[in-house]
């Protein structure tokens, strides 16, 4: 099949793990002659690469999905494709069917890999083409990649997941845990570190459950290890942890390590036990305290991040006043914060006494405010030190800047005139101004 001059666009929503499906996905399309463009007039295929972790998400994409309908009304031949999250889901999937005509092709999480077939059933038999896969296969490896460019590369190592915290979908959109094996991940950062990558994001729903399907023990610990061998990598960054799963072993590694980031994003949801345990979390507060104190005691330097849910069905003034005194206890780097977004087929979309919308939004509202509060003040905790930065390149709202990070995943930002370019470097850079959501920095000199 001749696909010279042919153009595809994805559209991506939700987590890093969907950014990184849509490399995968790119990578096939590449491999089948097609050619990224950033123009939908000029595109053969339109994937939309969804996410259904809130309804906010899911209402945002059926409005994409809708507009796409103008052009594939210009131009009939254009192939228009939903996957993801959404997909996965039973009632969406016949709602696209039914309400989207437009749309030729619909896939879901498990079968990303058929993308190419689907394209030539399409293609040859000009028919639409639904078609997910109720259940997890095997780990496909070997996929083609097309990596957005950059020093900074995402790595799959666990997919799907087992914690069926009540109030999420994942579970059900995203399957059980696997893990890639051990040599799979070793070598594809190997591979990346030859290319130039110098940071890496492993990637997994839990990543600290890494391993406990294998028949021989390895764990997560034990592949940051050997990951951290690598020459060429310079930070090694991981996402997302579970607070049950972060072991001693865990802490002392990275402590050891020369390569792991000293930035610690552990989600805790919620401050109060009742809540917690209505979530199914598996840790009272009392423990995530005791394992905040841990890294405290282990590191010198470090950053915490969270993300926190308010409004969770049940959840009381009182239990928000502690999920507000957990947030001031532990202060915070940062935090991702949401109002409690029902999804059907999880349990927590069925307990009673939900919170109305009101209350959920007065207590965002709250809670940012005291979060913003604790970001600035860290921040300007930092002014007049000097940290080594990766510069990732030129900042996106002020080209006389370059933009980089802390190993603890503070952006800063610092003046660079236009022929300098240390993209891919680490550079010293002094602190010198703190916003809530970034740095000032300048370059040191280095004599
Ligand atoms: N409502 C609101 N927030 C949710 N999250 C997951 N499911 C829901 C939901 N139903 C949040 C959690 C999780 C983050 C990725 O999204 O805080 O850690
Ligand atoms: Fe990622 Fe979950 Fe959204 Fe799927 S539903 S894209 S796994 S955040």
């Not at 038999?125 to 780990?139: A, L, Q, S, Y």
């Not at 069925?350 to 979060?371: D, Y």
């Not at 003046?415 to 370059?443: C, F, H, M, N, Y």
Request: hydrophobic residues 35%; proline residues 4%.
């Amino acid at each position: 099949m001749e696909m010279q001059n042919k153009h595809f666009i994805i559209h991506t929503y939700g987590c890093q793990m969907n950014v990184h499906d849509s490399e995968i996905l790119a990578g096939m399309l590449v491999q089948m002659g097609y050619t990224p463009t950033a123009d939908e007039e000029e595109a053969d295929i339109i994937l939309i690469n969804t996410c259904t972790i809130r309804d906010k998400a899911e209402q945002k994409i059926f409005g994409k999905i809708g507009t796409l309908r103008r052009i594939k009304e210009q131009n009939p031949d254009l192939i228009i494709g939903i996957c993801g999250c959404m997909s996965q889901q039973e009632e969406v999937a016949k709602k696209i069917k039914v309400n989207f005509p437009h749309v030729d092709l619909l896939f879901g999480t498990h079968n990303v890999h058929q993308l190419p077939e689907m394209i030539k059933k399409i293609l040859m038999n000009n028919e639409r083409v639904f078609e997910v896969w109720e259940k997890e296969g095997e780990v496909v490896e070997g996929l083609p990649q097309h990596r957005n460019e950059g020093i900074s590369a995402w790595v799959t190592i666990t997919l799907g997941c087992n914690n069926f915290c009540t109030y999420c979908i994942v579970p059900y959109v995203r399957g059980r845990e696997r893990s890639r094996k051990p040599g799979d991940i070793i070598k594809e950062v190997q591979e990346l570190a030859k290319q130039g990558f110098k940071e890496i994001t492993l990637l997994g729903q839990n990543v600290n459950s890494y391993g406990k399907d294998f028949d021989t023990p390895y764990d997560f610990a034990d592949l940051l290890s050997e990951l951290d061998k690598i020459d060429g990598i310079q930070r090694i960054r991981y996402t997302t942890s579970h607070p049950r799963d972060f072991t001693d072993k865990l802490i002392e590694v990275i402590a050891q390590s020369k390569r792991v980031c000293n930035h610690f994003h552990l989600p805790v949801q919620a401050g109060s036990n009742k809540v917690l345990k209505a979530m199914n979390r598996g840790y009272t507060r009392e423990q995530y305290l005791e394992l905040v104190q841990k890294i405290e005691s282990k590191f010198p330097e470090y950053s915490i991040t969270t993300d926190l849910i308010v409004g969770f069905p049940g959840e009381t003034e009182e239990d928000f006043q502690q999920t507000l005194d957990l947030v001031k206890k532990v202060r915070y780097d940062s935090a991702f914060t949401f109002a409690y977004s029902p999804r059907s087929g999880t349990p927590a979309a069925k307990m009673e006494n939900q919170v109305s919308k009101e209350e959920k939004s007065s207590r965002l509202t709250r809670l940012i405010e005291l979060q913003n509060e604790i970001s600035k003040e860290k921040n300007l905790s930092l002014v007049g030190k000097v940290y080594p930065i990766l510069v990732e390149g030129r900042s996106k709202t002020n080209k006389d800047y370059l933009s980089g990070r802390t190993t603890t995943n503070k952006l800063v930002n610092f003046p660079a005139p236009k022929d300098v370019d240390l993209t891919g470097q680490i550079v010293p850079v002094r602190i010198i101004q703190a916003q809530t959501w970034s740095l000032i920095g300048e370059l040191e000199s280095e004599e």
